[in-house]
């Protein structure tokens, strides 16, 4: 069974810019949810789909949005990108918001923005 | 805010004896807690984890603990091996919203041969 899949691995832009990562669940799994980690700072939840919808948000500006299709695979958005958007962004699935249902985390996309 | 700490952003210990990781919290709302291992270059891969209805999970070389009246919760790995290096994460949730987890910033462990 594969795991999740982020893509892509590296990213490398400049302020301004915006960019887009994406996120394949395993398969089965409805439920994505985006962090990201920072050096020193753990991580940081951003936001979580489940059936398309947003279900819960993390405190982060206005600039990080995301959607997921209905094949659960999500995508999350940074538009006008500063230098401290720099940073590991990972996605994390599992089946549904149920209880002690754990995440599974794929690899994350490493954005450095210069 | 930060509702769950990691206060001990490293530790070193030998080959074969115990590693003791410690995380605290401050939310009484959180009552599932987990703990990730994270290598770099890799994703988080889970670990054990613990509901607030127990006080000792355990699983092969990993024990976790959890003290509700202190918001505490401590990781024991016992015996340590050199594999075992790596960030270790605590993370909460309340049980409902397993989808959102609260993590602490990360303790590096380094287990020498």
């Known amino acids: 069974k594969a795991g999740v899949t982020q893509t892509p691995r590296y990213l490398i832009k400049t302020r301004g810019q915006q960019v887009t990562l994406s996120c394949s669940p395993i398969s089965g799994h409805r439920s994505v949810s985006w962090y990201q980690q920072t050096p020193g700072q753990g991580l940081q939840f951003l936001f979580e789909y489940f059936s398309e919808t947003q279900r819960n948000k993390g405190n982060f500006p206005g600039r990080f949005s995301g ?5 659960s695979r999500s995508e999350m ?6 230098l401290g958007d720099s940073a590991l962004y990972l996605c994390a699935s599992n089946r549904g918001p ?3 249902e754990k995440l599974f985390f794929g690899s994350g996309t490493q954005l450095s923005v210069l | 805010d930060q509702q769950v700490k990691q206060n001990s952003p490293s530790l070193s210990v030998q080959e074969g004896r115990i590693s003791i990781l410690n995380c605290d ?3 009484s709302m959180f009552d599932y807690f987990l703990w990730y ?7 988080p891969t889970f670990l054990i ?7 000792k999970n355990e699983d092969g070389r990993f024990t976790v603990f959890l003290n509700k009246s202190a918001k505490h919760l401590s990781l024991h790995i016992v015996p ?4 075992d290096s790596a960030v270790y994460f605590c993370a909460a949730s309340p049980s409902t919203d397993t989808g959102k987890l609260i993590f602490g910033q990360g303790t590096t462990l380094q287990v020498k041969p």
């Open chain 1, 77 to 82: 958005n940074v538009s006008t990108l500063e």
């Open chain 1, 98 to 100: 149920a209880t002690n």
């Open chain 2, 25 to 27: 919290y401050t939310n």
């Open chain 2, 80 to 83: 340590s091996q050199p594999g």
């Open chain 2, 37 to 43: 291992k994270k290598y770099p270059a890799e994703g």
């Open chain 2, 49 to 55: 984890s613990i509901s607030s209805i127990k006080d």
């Open chain 1, 67 to 71: 959607r997921q299709f209905s094949n």
